[in-house]
């Protein structure tokens, strides 16, 4: 298995809905990364978990909430989001600090 | 303040021809970087990455070129195939950081 799983595909939530997205490998990584995307706009790095810790919070604010429950499996619970939160959430695993194999990514509407 | 630019938002090139997508970087302390290819509705996918210690790394039809005094790399594809049109990002780290800064994208298109 050399994929990263994202679920759900795409994702509307109201302003005041709790949902979370979930993110899915098998390959033994020990770091797992969620990243942000806006249109026409490089990935920006949210959060970095290694060996299930969370290593890198790039100031994200505290309506996104990771969660790393085991090594295969990485959270980001969502709450009270904003409109501006729309955007592609990418996860990504890798070996080391090295080449990341990246999700497909959740389609998040905020509406 | 973008420390990995890629200047062209998109690129033309015919068939077979050479395509050649650039990126320039602020950071002397960025050592590994990587190119990442993007279709519409996937993830980045991993295309081929070379360390500062290098100055060109190959793979098949891809080649990347790094000139550190520069600041800039480049990613060469040869011959160019309509499969080929994604957009591409470039991506520069600090070792051991696990933190990738991306460039903003390039959108190659090969006319067939």
């Known amino acids: 298995d050399t994929e990263v799983t994202q679920t759900p595909k795409h994702l509307v939530m109201g302003m005041t809905n709790k949902k979370s997205l979930k993110c899915e490998q098998h390959?033994?990584?020990?770091?797992m990364y969620w990243y942000k995307q806006k249109a026409k706009k490089p990935p920006e790095l949210m959060f970095v978990?290694?060996?299930?810790?969370?290593?890198i919070n790039e100031s994200v604010p505290s309506r996104f909430s990771p969660e790393c429950p085991n090594s295969s499996l990485l959270n980001l619970h969502l709450h009270a989001l904003q409109p501006e939160d729309s955007a592609l959430y990418l996860c990504?695993?890798?070996?080391?600090?090295?080449?990341?194999?990246f999700g497909s990514g959740t389609r998040l509407t905020v509406v | 303040d973008q420390q990995v630019k890629q200047n062209s938002p998109s690129l033309s090139v015919q068939e077979g021809r050479i395509s050649i997508l650039n990126c320039d970087y602020t950071?002397?302390?960025?050592?590994?970087f990587l190119w990442y290819k993007k279709y519409p509705a996937e993830g980045p996918t991993f295309l081929i990455s070379?360390?500062?210690?290098?100055d060109k790394n190959e793979d098949g039809r891809f080649t990347v070129f790094l000139n550190k005094s520069a600041k800039h790399l480049s990613l060469h594809i040869v011959p160019s195939q309509p499969g080929d049109s994604a957009v591409y990002f470039c991506?520069?780290?600090?070792?051991?950081?696990?933190?990738?800064?991306f460039g903003t994208g390039t959108r190659l298109k090969v006319l067939a």
């Open positions: 990504a695993s890798s070996q080391g600090a090295r080449r990341y194999t």
């Open positions: 390959m033994g990584h020990r770091a």
């Open positions: 978990y290694s060996y299930e810790k969370l290593s």
């Open positions: 950071n002397s302390m960025f050592d590994y």
């Open positions: 070379i360390s500062s210690i290098k």
């Open positions: 991506a520069a780290e600090i070792s051991g950081t696990y933190k990738y800064i």
